[in-house]
């Protein structure tokens, strides 16, 4: 009679384990930045804490800045409160109870709300983008100009600028322009002349 094998107990250390994963690394930077940012906030709410309790110091910034953003919050409460004492926008009849909600323009003399403000300089950038008229088109171009093509792609201009011995760069100075372009002008690269370019090739080529 046979018996089985028993099965025995497992040791839990004597089983392979992988190291245990480390912590995220955040960089330090982080953590002063987020300590600067908790600083200013805890600032800004004991100097708004003294302006309240009329405990201002008016030699600490943050007191005065304190002080200024109340004044200023207060003087745009007083103008909306004028203009819109419903709080209902005047465009879209919306009510919109905070001061954050509302443009005002620059005359205090009219207020909208923030989507009604969007939605009218959308508006405005589409009138600004009017296709143009045909009156608008026609003041891209000037009055058209006389082209005269050149002969044999310019060899006869060569030609007779040899014969009258004159070089690329002096023809080119007696013409006031570059020796490059009297090169373009010989080489077939320019087809066609205006009448002013004509007018000094045949100037030049006149041997006083």
């Keep these: ?38 600083e200013d906030q805890q600032r800004k709410e004991a100097a708004h804490q003294r302006l309240v309790l009329n405990k201002a110091d008016w030699d600490d910034p943050a007191d005065i800045a304190a002080y200024k953003s109340q004044q200023s919050a207060a003087r745009r409460a ?4 004028h203009l819109v004492p ?16 509302w443009v005002i323009n620059k005359s205090a003399s009219y207020a909208i709300c923030r989507s009604c403000y969007h939605k009218g300089v959308a508006a405005k950038a589409v009138i600004e983008r009017a296709i143009p008229t045909d009156d608008d088109l026609t003041d891209i171009f000037s009055a058209p100009e006389v082209r005269w093509p050149l002969s044999r792609r310019g ?34 690269s320019v087809r066609t002349v205006s009448d002013s370019v004509r007018q000094k090739i045949i100037d030049a080529l006149k041997i006083p």
């Design 155 to 188: 060899s006869t201009l060569a030609e007779l600028r040899s014969l009258a011995g004159f070089s690329q760069r002096t023809f080119a100075e007696r013409c006031g322009w570059s020796a490059v372009y009297q090169h373009t002008l010989e080489n077939g």
């Design 86 to 101: 419903n709080r209902r926008c005047p465009e879209c009849q919306a009510i919109c109870p905070y001061s954050r909600q």
């Design 1 to 38: 009679m046979t018996t089985e094998p028993q099965n025995s107990p497992i040791d839990p250390a004597s089983q392979p384990h992988s190291p245990p994963s480390p912590p995220p690394s955040i960089s330090t930077n982080t953590f002063i930045a987020a300590r600067h940012v908790l």
């Design 78 to 81: 007083a103008i909306l409160g």
